[in-house]
Every structure is written in structure tokens, then in C-alpha cells.
């Protein structure tokens, strides 16, 4: 996946990758419910992805959070408070390109790892 982000523009996680439904793709996996319990449902996994988008983000100093949720729950795969919680309609991730100059986000899988860069364009 890429995505191009204009200066001043904000990006939203939600946005960009949609709801979670089996008919583009997804299949039921461990989610946390409002209240922090694990259940099934579809959107397993995004979590992992916002959380490593949000720690490259955290590393420019030229874009900003402007929405940024921790679980209710530890995760295993981030340290804490380094998580980034999305679930589609009610909390997102979202941060501001501040640059003078427009952005673009790579993010890929080997089905193992997770990996973003974010490059000047």
C-alpha cells in the first residue's frame, strides 16, 4: 500500500484502510470490545498496523497527532503506551503533515512483520 499525504493534510487510519468486513477480505480474529475483553470480530490485526504507522510517525518531528488512542489492554506487540487503537466509526488515528512538502506512506507485509516508511516526495 502507499498513500500520499499533501502538506498541511491530516491522514486518518479509518479512512484510508475502511471497515473491516468479510467481503473485502477480512475474517473473524482476536479483537478488545469496548470494555477490554477479547472477542472475535473482523478488524484483527489493524491495531498492529496503526501501532507501527503511529512509532514512524512518533519518529519525524514534523508530524503532528491530532487523534491517537492507547488499548484498553496491554499488547504484546508494541511497548507500552506505543499502541495506537483503531476501530472503524469510533476511534481513529489520524496525525498532520506539518512539512513544507508532501509525504507518502509504504506499508507492506511479508505475512510475518509489518513494515512503513514514510519518504519525502
Request: with cysteine.
Amino acid at each position: 500500500m502507499e498513500q500520499l499525504l499533501n502538506h498541511g493534510a491530516i491522514f486518518s487510519f479509518c479512512n484510508t484502510v475502511g471497515k473491516a468486513t468479510p467481503d473485502r477480505g477480512y475474517q473473524k480474529a482476536d479483537v478488545f470490545d469496548k470494555d477490554g475483553n477479547e472477542i472475535k470480530g473482523y478488524g484483527g490485526g489493524n491495531c498492529q498496523i496503526s501501532s507501527t504507522l503511529y512509532n514512524a510517525v512518533l519518529a519525524l518531528p514534523n508530524l503532528s497527532i491530532v487523534e491517537r488512542h492507547e488499548h484498553s489492554k496491554k499488547v504484546y506487540y508494541v511497548s507500552e503506551g506505543k499502541d495506537a487503537a483503531v476501530a472503524y466509526g469510533s476511534i481513529d488515528f489520524r496525525f498532520k503533515n506539518n512539512y513544507d512538502y508532501d509525504i507518502k506512506i509504504y506499508a507492506s507485509t511479508d505475512g510475518n512483520n509489518i513494515y512503513i516508511s514514510i519518504v519525502k516526495v
